[in-house]
């Protein structure tokens, strides 16, 4: 029999399919706590993460792997700061999540729940979703009398319409523990957009007459029925894809029309410029004055980015899925041009770009401290065909070899580094059966919380491999300031200031010390073993970090 609020939420995230809610409690948490002691819910699983920064990584790893949206509950208004950068790194990744947060009993004495430690005079703020209400979808509060179930459906719908991203619900202490109104509505996820027939029209005709056109994604193929239609046009029309700072895995890597990361340069080279779910779709190098340019997105023109100019002379409202299959039924039924010519030419592009690679990967094989080329290699070299690969500053992803969709995940727009570990153990709980391989640079293994990740990899199983690209450094920073500066003090400076990484430490014993494998790896020829016996153990629950030097 549901009696409280609280009982309520959990009744109700399971209604609305929510299967996962990684939590990180406090006092606000109180009612759900006795809501959990009086009755486990079956197919709701609330964990204890013991960060909000790898709480909203799991979410977000949980959902990129299996397309299925997670809660995180934490803590009032500290609680929501520790779990901004996450909130941003989902939102700008368009990805959904259900954040619930306490918030401080509003009454300081007269109900069950009103205020009882200092805490809930200090935790209090004016507006507490203020924080966070540049980076959510929706925020709000239960408020005393109001029917969370309505609340809830509707904000889980909202998460989850496209553009999708994060939604944010307060629960005042003595609100969750007051008696729970029988009110119920549903809210529907609203459907997808298609492309506007014109729109279609315009572009399929456009398509047909290129001479060079060219299709920019960065997440065009999450959805695994746009990955398949991506590559039906790719092969079908000869039409290369370039995959800027791509977030996903959005074209087997051993199509010819894939020219990844580096394809980003052909921009320059098109008279057609295709972007489909990209927010930087280009850098230094611009389409040519005269080169078409259509953005594709479910919103084509980032009203949430505050400055972008990235030009559009066509900007379609639409899914990625609808877009694609709308434009590859239209052309069926066109005439299809002559594009061998053209597919000769791109074929011998990707011939000359493997062969480099190839090189590349040949040097560096016995370069010490060790090239991440060479650990990208013995990683292809090692994993299975549809691991997931969760890579955070790790190696060159043009280097990695992904064959599905949902198996790879970058850093989005916002850069929030601290995620890697995080996902890798969301996604683990979402594919047990598939290896999770985290490449992250120690920078990144630091920001991402090692002891609250490893003990949650221990406490739940999740055998998930972490691979430490450690070059001693922040080497982005360094690169940066270099490049900013080419002709300044930096030029010819051996230290470059406020990026060192030494003294480093010992990264393989923390995973020891939660029950873990680690490893240290210095020689190349030895790393490929190392890679195999880190993936042994993570197929046996246990997590493993291996430590892999790749500088000072
Ligand atoms: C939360 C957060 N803090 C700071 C930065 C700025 N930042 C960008 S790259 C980088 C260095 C990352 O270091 P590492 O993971 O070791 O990769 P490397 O730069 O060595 O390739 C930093 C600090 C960021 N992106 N996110």
Request: charged share 15%; hydrophobic share 45%; with cysteine.
């Amino acid at each position: 029999m549901i009696q409280t609020n609280a009982q309520l939420l959990i009744a109700t995230l399971r209604a609305l399919g929510i299967s996962q809610v990684f939590t990180n409690a406090g006092t606000d948490t109180a009612p759900i706590i006795e809501a959990l002691a009086q009755q486990q819910p079956a197919g709701l699983e609330f964990h204890v993460v013991p960060h909000e920064n790898l709480a909203l990584a799991m979410a977000y790893g949980y959902y990129r792997a299996s397309g299925a949206m997670a809660a995180v509950l934490i803590h009032t208004t500290v609680g929501t700061a520790n779990a901004l950068m996450g909130i941003m790194n989902a939102s700008r990744d368009r990805t959904p999540v259900l954040v619930l947060a306490g918030r401080t009993p509003n009454t300081e004495s007269g109900q069950l729940g009103s205020r009882s430690a200092h805490i809930h005079w200090g935790q209090d703020s004016f507006d507490q979703g203020a924080g966070i209400r540049e980076w959510c979808k929706w925020d709000g509060e239960l408020r005393s009398g109001q029917a969370l179930a309505p609340l809830l459906s509707r904000a889980v719908a909202i998460a989850r319409s496209e553009p999708c991203g994060p939604v944010y619900l307060t629960l005042p202490r003595e609100v969750l523990a007051a008696p729970a109104s029988s009110e119920r509505a549903e809210f529907a996820v609203a459907n997808g957009s298609a492309p506007d027939p014109d729109s279609l029209q315009d572009i399929a005709g456009a398509l047909l007459k290129a001479e060079f056109p060219l299709l920019i994604t960065s997440a065009g193929g999450r959805d695994p029925a746009a990955f398949a239609a991506i590559e039906t046009l790719s092969s079908e029309y000869a039409v290369p894809v370039a995959q800027p700072f791509a977030t996903d895995s959005n074209l087997s890597s051993d199509k010819t029309m894939n020219f990844g990361m580096e394809g980003m340069n052909l921009v320059r080279e098109a008279d057609l410029v295709l972007v489909l779910e990209a927010a930087v779709p280009w850098l230094k190098e611009q389409p040519k004055a005269y080169a078409q340019v259509v953005q594709i997105a479910a919103d084509p023109l980032y009203a949430d980015y505050p400055v972008k100019g990235h030009r559009a002379s066509l900007s379609v409202a639409a899914t990625p899925r609808l877009f694609l299959q709308s434009l590859l039924a239209l052309l069926g039924s066109l005439q299809k041009p002559d594009v061998s010519q053209r597919r000769q030419l791109l074929a011998e592009l990707a011939a000359k770009r493997r062969k480099r690679q190839l090189a590349q990967v040949q040097r560096a094989k016995t370069i010490r401290p060790i090239d991440p080329a060479w650990l990208a290699h013995c990683l292809n070299a090692a994993k299975s065909a549809d691991s997931i690969v969760i890579n955070e500053m790790g190696v060159n992803p043009d280097l990695l070899e992904l064959r599905q969709p949902r198996s790879y995940l970058r850093e989005p727009t916002s850069g929030g580094l601290g995620f890697g570990l995080g996902a890798a153990l969301g996604a683990k709980l979402a594919q047990p059966q598939r290896q999770v391989i985290a490449i992250v640079g120690d920078g990144s293994y630091m920001f991402g919380n090692p002891t609250p990740a490893h003990f949650t990899a221990a406490a739940l199983k999740l055998g998930t491999l972490t691979v430490i690209n450690n070059n001693g450094s922040w080497k982005a920073v360094a690169d940066a300031a270099r490049a900013m500066y080419p002709n300044g003090a930096l030029a010819t400076a051996t230290d470059i200031p406020l990026s060192s990484l030494t003294p480093a430490p010992a990264y393989e014993k923390l995973i020891e010390a939660c029950d873990g494998h680690g490893e240290r790896i210095e020689n190349p020829a030895e790393l490929q073993a190392a890679i195999k016996r880190g993936l042994k153990a993570a197929d046996q629950g246990i997590a493993s970090v291996l430590n892999v030097i790749t500088g000072a």
